[in-house]
Structure formats: C-alpha cells, structure tokens
C-alpha cells in the first residue's frame, strides 16, 4: 500500500491506491475542503491590492459632549429621524459586509452610547457570520454604568477618547461640566477590569493645550494593559485646525523620552494606523497616529458607513456612496445594486489622502458630522480678524503663548459699589450679622485672582507672584487709616482696587479684574440684606506693564 501526500494550500490533495480506504478518504477530503469554503476570502480589494475587512459604523450624531475640535461652536442641524438608518437595515448591511470578507465592525458617532438600540446591534451583529470582532469608540461619559450589558452582548474591544486629565482643560474643551471628567475615568477603570480583549485610549495632542500632559498619560500604561495613542491634530469644519496647534508626532515622541527614556519600537501588523512603542517596565504600550505628518494609507483596510447610509471609503475623501437609497430601493436587484455600489466605491479608493499641505488648505466637514457638510463657520465675527481670541473663522481659540519670552508682567483693577448710608456704616463699623465684610471680600477677591484661568475659559493658567486687594472709601468715613474719595447721588461709594504681579509668558490684566470684581460681589452678597439696592459699577483696568505692548495707564 503506497500514500504519497501533497499540500497545496489549506487543503491535503492525497493520492491512494489502496482501493479498499478510498472511499473513506474521498469522503475525508470533501469534508475538508467544505471547512475551508467556509473561510471568506477578502472580496472588497482596491486597485492597489489592498482588502477590507474593518467597518466603522456611525450610529448617531448625537454626542453628550461638544469638543472643539470636532463640532462646531454653534452646533450641526440634526438629521431627520427619516435619513437615518434603522437597526434592520445597519443589520443588513453588517451582513452583507461580511459576506465581502468583512470581519470586524468599531460602532461610532456621535457618541455611540447615546444610541438606544447599541446593545441590540452589537448582540445581532456578533452572532452574523464572519464577524470576529466587535469594537466600540465612546466618550466614556456613560460607560461604567453600561459596560455589563455591552460585554455580556459581545463587545469585544473598546476605544476611549480622552485629550485631558485636568478638568478644568476637560470643560474648555469639551464645553462641559468639569466633574464630566470623573465619569470618564470611572469608565476608564470599568473597561480595564473587564473581560475586554483590548482597552484603548485615544488622545488628541494639541499644542499649547495639553501637550504639557502626555507624559502623564504614559504613565497610566506602568501598570495596565492599556494602549495609549497619540493623534495628531486634524482639520474638519468647525474646529479652527491651525498649523500652530499641531505637534507631530516626532516632537511628541521627543517629549515622552526625556522622562521615560528611549521608547522601545514593538511590532505592528500592517493595517495599523499606529505606530507603537513600549516603554521599559511597563505593562501597556504607547502608539502614535500620524495622520498628518506621516499617513499610514499604504495599509489602510477600512471603510466607514454613516449614521444615514452613505459609505466613505476614506475619511478625508470627499466621494460618498449612498447605500440607504439603494436599501430602501425595493427593486429586485436590490442586493446586486448595493455589491456593485460598495465594490465601485472601494475600486475608486485612492491611494492617499495627500498629507497635510493638501487636507489643511480645504474646507472639511465637521468630525461629528462626517457624512455632510453642515457647519458653518460662525458668521458674526468673521470680519473681527485682529482679536487674538479669534480666528480668521471667527472660532474662539486660545491664544498660544509659547513662544514669548517670559518677563515680570503687572497689572491694577478697580471696581466701586454704592451702598447706602446705613449699609456703608454698618460695613465700616464691622456690625454686619454676616461677619467682617472687608476681610471676607479680600480673601474672595485674591482666591477669584488665582483661579481666574478657571473662570474665564480662554485665559492661561499663570503662577502669580503677588495679589492685593485695597480699599478707598468716602471722605465722610475712613477707615484702617486709608485714603478716601467722595461719595455721590446719596450713596456711598467703596473703591476695590486689585493689584497682581507674576513673572510669565502673558499679562495679568483679567487677574486684576477677576479679582475687584469679585470682591466687589463679595461686598454686595453680604450687604444685601440691609441695601438690595447696592449697585457695582465702573469696573476697569487702572494699570498695566510689560510684554509686547508695554505700559498703560487710564486716563
């Protein structure tokens, strides 16, 4: 008896000539070849041999958050419930996908966890055929509490966006409550104690705003198989995207060595959009997205379908393919019309998206919205060009302060209330029921002056130097032995004076200001219950020297 054997393939081809075991073996080899039928080859390959196997499906527009840079300041106009896709037709697509060589689906937004329907589809789509890997984007907001349900109906992955751990950072960016943040952390903790396979955090770096951070964000990776990654800044509409808000990934790389040391380059498949690294004596690993200085286009696999049904073979492409109309078609051939719409849209698939000198110098859609282009740049202060706080969309930015050289920067405020005579006396005699309304007011005042970057979202957190807060009152009464003024119209009038001293990159014009006001308040809290018709009035800035535009004094 003589078997000789050949492999070809995934499939043993086997020659037999003892006749009496041939029917077995036939039978053996049929058996085999229907398992490896079963295998779905890549069917959605480009014109420059690249297959897709990865899915990102947008199941909402709606997000509890509102980042800068990825929606506009005034909002987007929300979809009509009509447009969108149901849970059925995201189903049959999912399937249909899949039967293309699919095999792995990330569920976006929006903020997928808003969507009511997210367990139902990732407990549906996990059990579709060919479906290995199911992955969620989120904000984190809601999380822990949802987590259970979401494991339990097959997530397999999640992906956490996180550009800050500083809350007040976390309200100026996101434009929401600082105390949001905790939330996110809580289901940061969830995800990594879970029975998750991967756990990912996804940070934005932009620079002058949380660059400052990275290193921090490393070291959340000593002791947990967490995968943190670095994505350069991108332009959509809406987001003010400038070239002095990006850092490449090269100089954040730089940034992350002079703590940790040389990282340590590990392997990536080549579908990855990230380049990783590890650093020595960690359990987690640190990635960065180069999606502007250094694409990773050459392996990209994935396609993206939209809250409302079109398919986007690139993220900065511009062609856009509706499936829902085709879905929606009822024609006989409406399978054969959405294969020839998917394999014609992946067939025109570019090679790259052109880099950064191309992306930056068009107008993009908005990140939350990335089927349309809806957001509109504000419109009212486009002519207002010269404001540092603005752009020259008319965006409210941060003025990025880095490169000016730091010197000794001062600043005086004031701000008077007028209260009547019984309440002024009262102050001056130290007889309120409330307590020592002076002392309470200074101590108001300079805390208002230290945490002005808190209160006003646009200016800079400065370390100041020195903060006072004084007192001028009227002619008819002294007090503490200070200097006095008039009062008028039958009130008496308190002056507050602020005076701040720091030693940075930019002035402290609104410390000084922040902090007479809210001394001034301060007075007015306490005094109200005697003089509801207190009035604060003629807050302005008396002083100011150093920096670029030198000294000033109010006339």
Not at 186 to 214: R, Y
Not at 294 to 319: Q, W
Not at 400 to 425: F, G, H, W
């Amino acid at each position: 008896a003589v078997v000789s054997t050949q492999s070809t393939g995934m499939i043993n081809t086997t020659t037999i000539v003892r006749i009496g075991r041939q029917q077995v073996l036939l039978r053996q080899l049929q058996e085999q070849a229907k398992q490896v039928a079963t295998v779905r080859q890549p069917a959605l390959v480009d014109s420059f041999n690249r297959p897709h196997t990865y899915l990102r499906i947008s199941i909402t527009e709606r997000c509890n958050l509102r980042c800068q840079y990825c929606m506009p300041l005034e909002g987007v106009n929300l979809t009509p419930k009509a447009e969108l896709l149901t849970e059925n037709e995201i189903v049959r697509l999912a399937e249909l996908f899949a039967e293309q060589g699919v095999n792995k689906i990330r569920f976006t937004g929006g903020e997928p966890l808003v969507s009511p329907q997210i367990v139902q589809l990732i407990e549906r789509i996990k059990k579709i055929d060919g479906i290995d890997t199911i992955a969620l984007t989120t904000n984190a907001v809601t999380l822990a509490r949802k987590l259970p349900e979401l494991v339990d109906a097959g997530l397999d992955a999640v992906n956490i966006s996180l550009d800050t751990m500083v809350a007040q950072k976390f309200a100026f960016i996101t434009r929401r409550p600082a105390r949001t943040l905790q939330k996110i952390l809580k289901g940061v903790d969830a995800a990594l104690n879970s029975n998750l396979k991967s756990v990912k955090l996804n940070t934005v770096v932009m620079k002058g705003l949380n660059e400052d951070e990275l290193c921090d964000f490393v070291a959340l990776t000593k002791d947990s198989p967490l995968s943190v990654r670095f994505l350069e800044f991108m332009p959509f509409s809406g987001n003010a995207w400038e070239n002095k808000k990006f850092i490449p990934f090269t100089a954040q790389k730089e940034l992350i060595e002079e703590q940790f040391g040389k990282l340590e380059k590990r392997n990536d498949v080549p579908t990855s959009t990230s380049m990783n690294y590890g650093v020595e004596g960690h359990v987690g690993s640190v990635g960065f997205i180069s999606s502007m200085s250094r694409n990773f286009c050459g392996g990209c696999n994935r396609l993206r379908l939209t809250h409302d049904g079109m398919l986007k073979v690139c993220l900065f492409g511009k062609d856009e393919v509706s499936l829902r109309d085709a879905l929606r078609s009822n024609s006989a051939n409406c399978e054969e019309d959405l294969l020839e719409a998917i394999h014609g849209a992946v067939k025109r698939k570019k090679y790259s998206h052109g880099g950064l000198s191309n992306i930056q110098s068009e107008m993009k859609r908005p990140m939350i919205l990335i089927d349309d282009h809806r957001g509109k740049p504000l419109q009212a202060f486009r002519g207002l060009k010269t404001l540092s706080h603005l752009d020259s969309k008319g965006q409210a930015r941060m003025v990025d302060v880095s490169a000016k050289p730091p010197s000794v920067r001062c600043a005086s405020a004031v701000s008077a209330i007028c209260l009547s005579r019984d309440a002024y006396s009262r102050v001056c005699e130290n007889s309120l029921a409330k307590g020592d309304v002076l002392s309470v007011a200074r101590i108001a005042g300079i805390q208002a002056a230290k945490l002005t970057f808190q209160l006003i979202p646009l200016c800079h957190q400065i370390p100041l130097d020195k903060v006072e807060i004084l007192y001028k009152f009227p002619e008819a009464v002294s007090h503490g032995g200070e200097a006095v003024s008039h009062g008028d119209e039958g009130r008496f009038r308190i002056q507050i004076f602020c005076n701040v001293r720091c030693f940075a990159r930019t002035g402290v014009e609104m410390e000084a200001m922040v902090g007479c006001s809210i001394a001034a308040l301060t007075v007015y809290d306490m005094c109200k219950a005697v003089d509801k018709g207190a009035v604060i009035v003629n807050t302005k800035l008396v002083e100011k020297s150093g920096g670029k535009s030198g000294h000033y004094k109010a006339q």
